[in-house]
């Protein structure tokens, strides 16, 4: 048996002895991402013969505390990749997959730029359209929800382009949102709101 083989033969051994510190991490991402569990064994198991591969055994790490973080770190990168952005909540994940429509408690965006932009009409059923919220904003503010939120520009571009860093960005953002909030969700007449 010559080295390479050797090398491939003790990876392997080493891969199937740490098959075990996949599962609790599936289980994990499983549950908190909703992705099913055996695409996510398939992509920990990846990490994990990376580890195989990259470990050197020379070195005073013992192979589990070293393949972890790689197990880890595949099934972070995709449910950062693949994974919805926006989580579904189950019930309506449920009535779709009995084919119900769901009524949606709130307008989806796409909807809610066409009907603030295009029919004032069917704006008007809905409540404030957002020209009618961006309106309230200063020019800066309405700058930055417009770059940042309706265009999808990250923070650091919107922040190179001002001049300023992306905390500034973010902060300023975060008051223009508030701006926006108050008339779509106006303080309740129970006591202590």
């Known amino acids: ?33 909703g992705e099913p569990a ?17 470990f050197n ?3 005073q790490v013992p192979f589990a505390a070293f393949a972890r973080p790689h197990i880890r770190g595949a099934l972070l990168h995709y449910l950062r990749d ?12 449920e009535q779709r997959s009995a084919g119900v429509q769901p009524k949606l408690r709130r307008v989806p965006y796409t ?4 009907t603030s932009w295009c029919e004032p009409v069917a704006a008007e059923r809905l409540g404030p359209s957002i020209d009618d919220l961006l ?18 520009q990250s923070l650091r571009s919107v922040a190179r382009s001002l001049g300023t860093s992306a905390s500034t960005v973010h902060r300023r953002l975060q008051r223009a ?17």
Request: charged residues 25%; proline residues 7%.
């Open 111 to 114: 909807m809610a730029l066409e």
């Open 135 to 152: 309106a309230a904003l200063t020019p800066a503010q309405r700058q930055l929800v417009v770059q940042v939120v309706l265009r999808g």
């Open 177 to 193: 949102l508030e701006t926006i909030r108050r008339p779509l969700n106006p303080a309740s007449a129970a006591r202590g709101c």
């Open 38 to 54: 055996e695409d996510l064994r398939q992509v920990a198991v990846l990490g994990l013969i990376r580890a195989a591969e990259r």
């Open 82 to 93: 693949q994974a919805h952005v926006i989580r579904i909540p189950r019930r309506v994940q």
């Open 1 to 33: 048996m010559g080295p390479s083989q050797r090398s491939t033969a003790s990876r392997n051994r080493r891969i199937t002895e740490h098959l075990p510190l996949v599962e609790p991490w599936v289980r994990h991402y499983s549950r908190c991402s």
């Open 57 to 59: 055994g020379n070195q």
